[in-house]
């Protein structure tokens, strides 16, 4: 909180612990920036500006970080898994790689 490309200054240092790094957030996004906008609307592309216009950070692509750590956060809370695993027993053994998906692919024409 209170970093600013030009560099460190003293609201910056003051936020020494992460309890005052989330009240600082939170009470910065709350009155300036939800001051208009819903949560959803401030999400969308290029639209994280306060009421005055300024933008919160110089990343353009700052929503879409944001979008993708809250995606995070919801999967880690509902248990949804990203991944899945080849073969019988669903492990992900090298053989089973070689043996059945690499021919699937078509990555390879035959079983060596």
């Known amino acids: 909180?209170?970093?600013?490309?030009?560099?460190?200054?003293?609201?910056?240092?003051?936020?020494?612990?992460?309890?005052?790094?989330?009240?600082?957030?939170?009470?910065?996004?709350?009155d300036s920036y939800l001051e208009h906008k819903s949560a959803d609307e401030l999400l969308e592309?290029?639209?994280?500006?306060n009421s005055r216009g300024g933008a919160y950070a110089t990343n353009p692509h700052y929503e879409v970080l944001l979008r993708a750590k809250i995606g995070n956060m919801y999967r880690r809370k509902t248990d949804i898994k990203l991944y899945?695993?080849?073969?019988?027993?669903?492990?992900?053994?090298s053989v089973d790689v070689k043996l059945r998906l690499l021919p699937k692919l078509r990555l390879i024409t035959e079983i060596q």
């Open 1 to 30: 909180m209170y970093a600013y490309d030009t560099g460190v200054n003293a609201k910056e240092l003051a936020v020494n612990t992460l309890e005052k790094g989330f009240a600082a957030y939170h009470n910065l996004i709350a």
């Open 45 to 49: 592309a290029g639209n994280f500006m």
């Open 84 to 93: 899945s695993g080849v073969g019988e027993g669903r492990d992900n053994q």
